[in-house]
């Protein structure tokens, strides 16, 4: 059975850092294209990020570009997410995303909330 | 900018609804067929009902069926079901190699 975990949310100041974590189970992990997207409360979703199986290729939506930096380890099965710089307005649930079609996400874990506020 | 879906949609036990799901040239319009659907309930985790505008993954009813045609992608639910109430996210490639996602959609069972 697929399982994706993520951790690492929390309250953070803005002009903060954080680094969210997904541990990825029950598939090729080395095999999937990964994805962060990202749910602010009572808003709709926003893709944030995608890698490619081997690290090569990584994207990023305009509004996070310099600030957060998507990374993995395919020999630890899991997937990262370094945000710096943080704003109010990236207060969101962040969920990890497997997915192996041209699609956000196939799999999905059951998010972590980050709250950027003073 | 995001694609644009209609704020809510409702039926009523039984009958047929379709959400819409408009983008522009550089995505829903663009040379490839990578629009999704995704289904998310209250509380939990979008779950993937329809890929490459048309495709069903294994286990997701037949009820459900994609569309596209020029700017706009659509999302038919027959044979609406009470458990079928939930929001409803379309997505899509873009030119710029990323993903963008619809307003979402609100659907009511009546």
């Known amino acids: 059975e697929v399982h994706l975990v993520e951790s690492g949310g929390g309250l953070v100041q803005p002009g903060g850092s954080l680094r969210l974590s997904c541990a990825a189970s029950?598939?090729?992990?080395?095999?999937?294209?990964m994805s962060w997207v990202r749910q602010a409360p009572g808003k709709g979703l926003e893709w944030v990020a995608n890698?490619?199986?081997?690290?090569?290729?990584?994207y990023y939506v305009d509004s996070v570009k310099g600030r957060f930096t998507i990374s993995r380890d395919n020999a630890k099965n899991s997937l990262y997410l370094q945000m710096n710089s943080l704003r109010a307005e990236d207060t969101a649930v962040y969920y990890c995303?497997?997915?192996?079609?041209?699609?956000?996400?196939?799999?999905w874990g059951q998010g972590t909330l980050v709250t950027v506020s003073s | 900018s995001a694609l644009t879906q209609p704020a809510s949609v409702s039926g009523s036990p039984g009958q047929s609804i379709t959400i819409s799901c408009t983008g522009t040239?550089?995505?829903?319009?663009?040379?490839?067929?990578?629009v999704s659907w995704y289904q998310q309930h209250p509380g939990k985790a979008p779950k993937l009902m329809i890929y490459?505008?048309?495709t069903r993954p294994s286990g997701v009813s037949n009820r459900f069926s994609g569309s596209k045609s020029g700017n706009t992608a659509s999302l038919t639910i027959s044979g609406l079901q009470a458990e079928d109430e939930a929001d409803y996210h379309c997505t899509s490639y873009t030119s710029s190699s990323t993903y963008v996602f619809g307003t979402g959609t609100k659907v009511t069972v009546l």
């Open positions: 490459d505008v048309s």
């Open positions: 890698i490619k199986q081997d690290g090569s290729e990584k």
């Open positions: 040239s550089s995505d829903v319009g663009g040379g490839y067929n990578y």
């Open positions: 995303a497997a997915t192996l079609v041209a699609t956000a996400g196939y799999f």
């Open positions: 029950g598939f090729s992990f080395s095999s999937y294209w």
